[in-house]
């Protein structure tokens, strides 16, 4: 069975990974067996934390072959399943529901790492570039530099978190254990590298005061991985259920007529941020979120509804400037704004 997915394999020279440089180790040390022994040992305690850490934000593994032998190029080749690079410009440039989806998924990996089998785990090297994007979900795939265990301690001093823009103390605790610190890693690296970025720009206004809430609390470490995940549960819900346009206050002034099997093939204009980069294509909850937005939108005359859905459920709806050529089509509707 072909297994789609990329390969990882340490070679003398070549081994994909900034943390291990085979041929510099050679160089430095002379000791090519042990250099080849030593890569292979860091890549084969991934291979087992991807095994025992299994769960939907952990990038799968489908396989690996070790073999303990410099004469062979491939030492440990690891086969996984296939991800996308994390873009951050990119993201940026998508609609709030992925970016949304995406720290979800950061928020759901945080929960399972604090509470995983092997106890709390750290991810010590925590940037953009550990994780790939799988169909939309986030997915970190890089544990080589993972930490299991709690820092000992004496006594508060000895448990400081220390980043560029600021420092957080935790307590040690009688066990002689900082406590949390694992945890609060992990939520204040999710916190400065995607929750500041991508959780408040664009939403819902009703929802921006709990993404805020959510942004400044992992922030200012005072809700822990639990509280961050059920709060972002709770604006998935509110956003999944619709329960965000119940205090929408706007109603709709204009009245619009049904085409039902149609669609209007040209008359596009662009609109941020879109599913698609040459026309309006946005997610909806229902027609009356529809109506909503065209009349927001001041080019905005028709639009038709799709029978596509997004990763919440929503029907993505084409925004037009006009409904000069309907043509038909039994996959969509088209509602045209009624003269007058």
Same mark, same amino acid.
């Given at each position: 069975?072909?297994?789609?997915? %990329?390969?990882?394999?340490?070679?003398?020279?070549? @081994?994909?990974? $900034?943390?291990?440089?085979?041929?510099?180790?050679?160089?430095?040390?002379?000791?090519?067996?042990?250099?080849?022994?030593?890569?292979?040992?860091?890549? +084969?305690?991934?291979?087992?934390?991807?095994?025992?850490?299994?769960?939907?934000?952990? +990038?799968?593994?489908?396989?690996?072959?070790?073999?303990?032998?410099?004469?062979?190029?491939?030492?440990?080749?690891?086969?996984?399943?296939?991800?996308?690079?994390?873009?951050?410009?990119?993201?940026?440039?998508?609609?709030? *529901?992925?970016?949304?989806?995406?720290?979800?998924?950061?928020?759901?990996?945080?929960?399972?790492?604090?509470?995983?089998?092997?106890?709390?785990? @750290?991810?010590?090297? #925590?940037?953009?570039?550990?994780?790939?994007?799988?169909?939309?979900?986030?997915?970190?795939?890089?544990?080589?530099?993972?930490?299991?265990?709690?820092?000992?301690?004496?006594?508060?001093?000895?448990?400081?978190?220390?980043?560029?823009?600021?420092?957080?103390?935790?307590?040690?605790?009688?066990?002689?254990?900082?406590?949390?610190?694992?945890?609060?890693?992990? +939520?204040?690296?999710?916190?400065?590298?995607?929750?500041?970025?991508?959780?408040?720009?664009?939403?819902?206004?009703?929802?921006?005061?709990?993404?805020?809430?959510?942004?400044?609390?992992?922030?200012?470490?005072? %809700?822990?991985?639990?509280?961050?995940?059920?709060? +972002? *549960?709770?604006?998935?819900?509110?956003?999944?259920?619709?329960?965000?346009?119940?205090?929408?206050?706007?109603?709709?002034?204009?009245?619009?007529?049904?085409?039902? $099997?149609?669609?209007?093939?040209? *008359?596009?204009?662009?609109?941020?941020?879109?599913?698609?980069?040459?026309?309006?294509?946005?997610?909806? #909850?229902?027609?009356?979120?529809?109506? $909503?937005?065209?009349?927001?939108?001041?080019?905005?005359?028709? #639009?038709?509804?799709?029978?596509?859905?997004?990763?919440?459920?929503?029907?993505?709806? #084409?925004?037009?400037?006009?409904?000069?050529?309907?043509?038909? $089509?039994?996959?969509?509707?088209?509602?045209?704004?009624?003269?007058?």
């Amino acid at each position: 069975m072909e297994h789609k997915g %990329w390969k990882r394999a340490f070679q003398e020279g070549e @081994t994909g990974r $900034d943390s291990i440089d085979g041929k510099g180790c050679v160089r430095e040390f002379g000791a090519r067996r042990g250099c080849y022994r030593l890569a292979a040992h860091q890549l +084969l305690k991934e291979v087992v934390l991807l095994e025992r850490l299994r769960h939907p934000n952990v +990038l799968q593994l489908y396989g690996y072959c070790y073999q303990d032998s410099e004469d062979i190029p491939d030492t440990l080749t690891t086969i996984t399943e296939l991800g996308a690079p994390v873009e951050m410009i990119q993201l940026l440039q998508t609609s709030w *529901e992925d970016r949304f989806r995406i720290c979800l998924s950061l928020g759901r990996l945080l929960h399972h790492l604090a509470h995983s089998p092997l106890g709390s785990v @750290t991810l010590l090297d #925590f940037r953009p570039r550990q994780f790939v994007l799988v169909d939309g979900e986030l997915k970190v795939t890089d544990l080589d530099d993972a930490r299991v265990e709690e820092m000992p301690c004496t006594s508060n001093a000895d448990c400081v978190l220390e980043f560029p823009a600021r420092n957080f103390t935790l307590p040690c605790s009688a066990q002689g254990w900082c406590e949390g610190m694992n945890e609060k890693r992990n +939520l204040y690296n999710a916190y400065r590298f995607f929750f500041t970025y991508l959780l408040p720009h664009s939403a819902p206004p009703s929802l921006r005061p709990l993404l805020d809430s959510i942004v400044n609390a992992s922030g200012e470490l005072t %809700w822990g991985v639990d509280e961050t995940l059920a709060h +972002l *549960e709770t604006v998935l819900h509110l956003y999944r259920s619709g329960q965000y346009l119940q205090n929408s206050t706007a109603s709709n002034s204009a009245e619009y007529q049904r085409i039902p $099997d149609s669609t209007i093939p040209q *008359e596009d204009y662009r609109c941020w941020p879109s599913y698609h980069h040459g026309s309006c294509l946005l997610s909806v #909850f229902n027609l009356a979120e529809a109506m $909503d937005v065209c009349e927001s939108h001041a080019q905005c005359s028709a #639009f038709v509804v799709t029978n596509q859905t997004t990763w919440t459920g929503r029907k993505l709806v #084409f925004f037009k400037t006009g409904w000069s050529h309907v043509v038909p $089509d039994p996959n969509k509707t088209t509602y045209v704004r009624a003269p007058g």
